[in-house]
């Protein structure tokens, strides 16, 4: 049972956190200058192993105010005796800060924009709402 970490006290980061496409009010908690569009769970466990900081992904949990984005990561800040884990990064602001920096270099934000332009492609069929079907006299 000493084997066991207690990751209950450990930091909860959603992905929505640093995402730029979302508001306030829907959950981005950093400046939408440096937020990252539409991250995932698996670059930001990635950053905080990057990090050096001790983290566990939850893929099945979700965001209570938009549930179908699906993982949530918890990383250790400090450690049980208050220390922290990694100097350079004391808070939840900092790291969410640090890893909305990293994740655009991430391996695998390479083919993200190919697949963004195809969906809003598919969109744009639908512009034809504002005109009525009689002409003004």
Request: charged share 30%.
């Amino acid at each position: 049972m000493g084997d066991a970490v207690d990751t209950s006290r450990w930091v909860v980061f959603y992905p929505i956190y640093i995402n730029s496409k979302k508001t306030l009010a829907e959950g981005r908690r950093i400046n939408a200058s440096v937020a990252v569009e539409n991250p995932n769970y698996v670059e930001i466990r990635d950053c905080c192993n990057y990090l050096k900081l001790p983290c566990l992904e939850e893929p099945h949990k979700a965001y209570s105010r938009d549930f179908m984005q699906r993982g949530r990561v918890r990383v250790q800040l400090k450690r049980d005796d208050g220390s922290l884990v990694n100097p350079a990064i004391p808070t939840r602001k900092a790291l969410m800060l640090k890893v909305a920096e990293l994740v655009p270099k991430h391996q695998g934000r390479a083919k993200k924009p190919q697949e963004t332009s195809s969906s809003s492609s598919a969109s744009a069929g639908t512009g034809g709402k504002g005109k009525s079907g009689k002409k003004k006299k």
